[in-house]
């Protein structure tokens, strides 16, 4: 009895697949939305003022980040939580794919908050003639919020590490 319960919490993992599939559609969207952004440009490239050009580069900049956030989660859980991705011989294969666990992983999802919330706090301060000055000083206070957890996660995982 005790063999079959834990056969089946271990094949229950497999629930997270959709998940992870649902994930990539997730990067389609985000790829879709981001060259719609790109097509909208294009057309008034020469009557763009420079910061609204700034702003329109830091948004996609901020995609590529989330986009490459969402790649790092759907391998890297994959490969934690559910199983090893076969890539065959010859094939091209990402060089961290393997070798990231699930601190290091957390880790690297605290840090890419940190750098979207920069460019998000960058994108505020150049458009910041039109917000208010409290809202302002509490984008500050959100972003210095996720700075400090992610400082506090690396440091505890760096503590944690040198225990074992």
Known sequence: MEKQLERLLYATRWLLAPIYIG????LVALAVKFFQEIFH???HILETK????????????DMAL?????????????????????IGEGQEKLGWLGKVDAGTLKNKVA???VAISSIHLLKVFMNADN???EKMYWYVIIHLTFVA????????DKITRKGH
């Open 149 to 156: 957890s992610a400082f506090a996660m690396g440091y505890l």
């Open 23 to 26: 994930l990539s559609l997730a």
């Open 111 to 113: 840090a890419s908050i």
């Open 66 to 86: 989330v986009g490459g956030l969402l790649v790092m989660v759907m391998f890297s859980s994959y490969e934690n939580f559910v199983s090893q991705i076969d």
């Open 131 to 133: 917000i208010e000055s």
């Open 50 to 61: 420079e910061t609204d050009l700034i702003l329109v580069i830091l948004s996609l900049i």
């Open 41 to 43: 440009l294009i057309p």
